[in-house]
């Protein structure tokens, strides 16, 4: 039986239980998410903090945005000697290449390579086809309607992080 003290999230109420299957369900896709991302990666030798990066690089740079190791390192949560360790890993592989930035020449830029576009197509086309698949059972209303629900959870996502970051934890020991 839920303990009553909990709070429970608006809209939560026991007539329904959507609110937390819909809750459950994300949770599940992002740890099936994860666990794809591991067996893919794994099949490639690569670790699922790579694949991150690049995916971190392909969204900036899609945006036209320069992307050095400090970005890896702010968007990842890494430590300079991680991320150091994360670029030399990348570029090993032959996934990125390194270039000196303008007249600073202490920044450095790093771009994709054609093989971490290949590697990252024969890793994450199975899943995008799967997922096309599925996404085809819906009409487009239906389809916009999960955007903007996505999008919503992405951003609460986002808020709570932010909040959890701002927030000591708290003493577990004392709540029971």
């Known amino acids: 039986m839920p303990d009553p003290s909990v709070p429970r999230p608006a809209g939560a109420g026991a007539e329904t239980g959507a609110p937390q299957d819909l809750v459950r369900l994300l949770q599940d896709f992002t740890l099936e998410a994860n ?66 930035l303008g007249t600073d020449r202490r920044q450095v830029q790093l771009h994709m390579t054609p093989k ?4 990252g197509s024969a890793m994450f086309m199975p899943l995008a086809i799967r997922m096309g698949q599925a996404m085809g ?27 959890a970051a701002r927030t000591p934890s708290p003493d577990i020991a004392s709540t029971e």
């Open 35 to 100: 666990h794809y991302v591991d067996a893919a990666g794994g099949r490639n030798d690569m670790h699922r903090t790579d694949l991150n990066a690049l995916a971190v690089i392909m969204r900036h740079s899609a945006a036209g945005r320069v992307v050095t190791p400090g970005v890896l390192r702010t968007e990842l949560r890494l430590s300079s000697p991680a991320t150091t360790a994360l670029v030399d890993r990348l570029y090993a592989s032959g996934h990125v290449v390194r270039e000196r």
């Open 137 to 163: 059972a819906y009409t487009t209303e239906e389809l916009d309607v999960v955007r903007r629900f996505m999008t919503d959870m992405v951003e609460a996502t986002m808020a709570a992080r932010e909040e």
């Open 116 to 119: 971490a576009y290949r590697d």
